[in-house]
């Protein structure tokens, strides 16, 4: 199998016709996906969804919910085959970057297991606040503590 190569990666905001490719993604990435009708509530509802392509492959997704001075990372998904590429880092730091000033702290939760993203979010600055225990539902029925997570932005948004 040949690593993947970013030849034209583009960010942009994802729309209610997106949705069944963003369910898609969310089946490769996730034991636990979101449907194609989560993703249309949640961006009916006011949360946005961000994209990053390359030459027109959806290849990871992040949606947002935005409340006063915080916003909450709701979802992230990476295409399985685009994984340890720095995508996810990448989509995120221009997430943050972007944030209007008025932000003062992100905040998100994520399965205790996610080594991976859990690194990243360390990685990022993110601290780690607590735990959901028996948040997320497991792969042989059990369930999965989430772990709470949080950055503090400074005046600048970033």
Same mark, same amino acid.
């Given at each position: 199998m040949s690593l993947p190569v970013a030849v034209g990666l583009r960010k942009r905001l994802a729309g209610v016709t997106d949705c069944a490719a963003l369910a898609a993604l969310a089946r490769s990435a996730h034991s636990h996906p979101w449907n194609e009708t989560q993703y249309r509530q949640s961006l009916e509802s006011g949360h946005q969804g961000w994209l990053l392509e390359n $030459?027109?492959?959806? /290849?990871?997704?992040?949606? /947002?919910?935005?409340?006063?001075? $915080?916003? $909450?990372?709701?979802?992230? =998904?990476?295409? +399985?085959?685009? &994984?340890?590429?720095?995508? =996810?880092? &990448? @989509?995120?730091?221009?997430? /943050?970057?972007?944030? +209007?000033?008025? /932000?003062? &702290? @992100? @905040?998100? $939760?994520? &399965?205790?297991?996610?080594? =991976? =993203?859990?690194? @990243?979010?360390?990685k990022l600055g993110f601290s780690e606040d607590g735990l959901r225990k028996n948040y997320y539902p497991a792969e042989n029925g059990s369930r999965e503590n989430a772990v709470l997570m949080s950055l503090a932005l400074d005046d600048s948004g970033s």
């Open positions: $030459e027109g492959e959806m /290849i990871a997704c992040c949606v /947002i919910s935005h409340l006063f001075d $915080e916003v $909450e990372i709701l979802d992230v =998904a990476v295409a +399985p085959n685009w &994984r340890r590429h720095g995508i =996810a880092e &990448r @989509l995120l730091k221009g997430l /943050i970057t972007e944030l +209007p000033d008025d /932000i003062r &702290r @992100l @905040l998100l $939760e994520v &399965r205790s297991s996610n080594l =991976a =993203a859990l690194s @990243l979010y360390r």
